[in-house]
């Protein structure tokens, strides 16, 4: 389920709780992961620390663990989303992605579209995702589109990249602007 947090925790610096370990585990994680919504009042010595903490959250299982994603993502499975409110091409589509750590979005199944298309605002625009033409359709991570588990409607080619809407792969000249759907792996907890 998905929950976001916010904390605010009180400790001294010696002799910290297991819960505060975690935290401070929680804190380096989001430094690693970029995510900016975190203020803290340092500690020295034997003073108060205080921390807050605003994150998304998802437990799968006791088993599994949690996942973390930033704020504004959606997650699901382990996978972190990320959908635009503004309009571009493909190329610049791409490259916003890339510059937030991420790559434009590459379903694995239907499943993962349903829970997309389930999300979206408006499922009924066009989204780029991380499908072009290139000598045969390709994904932005280099493989290629296994036609058995997706159809593509219509079957364009040339100067053509993939969308999402209403659930299906379309394609659509690369050159529309377009919203667009960025990806990245959750981080582990």
Request: one cysteine or more; glycine letters at 6%.
């Amino acid at each position: 389920h998905l929950s976001v947090l916010l904390v605010n925790l009180s400790c001294t610096c010696r002799g910290v709780s297991r819960l505060v370990s975690s935290l401070l585990c929680l804190t380096l994680l989001l430094h690693q992961t970029g995510l900016n919504h975190l203020s803290f009042l340092g500690c020295a010595g034997d003073k108060v620390a205080s921390w807050w903490l605003t994150v998304v959250l998802t437990c799968l299982s006791e088993d599994e663990g949690c996942i973390l994603c930033p704020m504004n993502w959606m997650s699901h499975g382990t996978k972190c989303y990320w959908v635009s409110h503004e309009l571009s091409r493909w190329n610049s589509s791409r490259e916003d992605c890339v510059n937030q750590g991420g790559q434009l979005m590459m379903p694995e199944d239907q499943k993962e579209l349903d829970f997309i298309n389930r999300n979206l605002q408006k499922p009924t625009r066009y989204f780029w995702i991380g499908l072009f033409f290139e000598k045969g359709w390709t994904w932005v991570n280099s493989s290629h589109l296994d036609p058995s588990r997706f159809q593509l409607n219509p079957q364009a080619e040339g100067r053509s990249c993939g969308v999402i809407r209403e659930g299906r792969i379309s394609t659509i000249n690369c050159s529309a602007a377009l919203q667009w759907i960025c990806q990245k792996e959750a981080t582990q907890l």
